[in-house]
């Protein structure tokens, strides 16, 4: 079963940056793409980056293209989102996803048999 926890948000001053954290456990990743989404207060879920597992292609939201960079550690199970130039528009709560056999650009679309994790709060000050 697979298991991810998120961490690292916090709050931040425009213009900051911020690394989050997604532990991924239960089982083997190979063949897995992984994900980051964001849910604001009174909006829908939406996709932000992904990669496959193998760190081979890269797929990102326009909102965040140039500053938001996605990443991996192999050795240590856990998923990476870098986030620079933050602005109060990325307020939101960060989940990290995975989901077995697709490209990353397919995370962008709602999709069934997604793990998900418990969320982590980021807040951008103006």
């Known amino acids: 079963q697979v298991q991810l926890v998120e961490s690292g948000g916090g709050l931040v001053q425009a213009g900051g940056s911020l690394r989050l954290s997604c532990r991924a456990s239960g089982r083997t990743f190979t063949g897995y793409t992984m994900g980051w989404f964001r849910q604001a207060p009174g909006k829908e879920r939406e996709f932000v980056a992904a990669?496959?597992?193998?760190?081979?292609?890269?797929y990102y939201a326009d909102s965040v293209k140039g500053r938001f960079t996605i990443s991996r550690d192999n050795a240590k199970d856990t998923m990476y989102l870098q986030m620079n130039s933050l602005k109060p528009e990325d307020t939101a709560v960060y989940y990290c996803?995975?989901?077995?056999?697709?490209?990353?650009?397919?995370?962008?679309?709602?999709?069934?048999?997604?793990?998900w994790g418990q969320g982590t709060q980021v807040t951008v000050s103006s």
């Open positions: 996803a995975a989901q077995w056999g697709v490209a990353p650009a397919a995370l962008a679309f709602p999709g069934q048999q997604r793990s």
């Open positions: 990669m496959r597992w193998s760190g081979e292609s890269t």
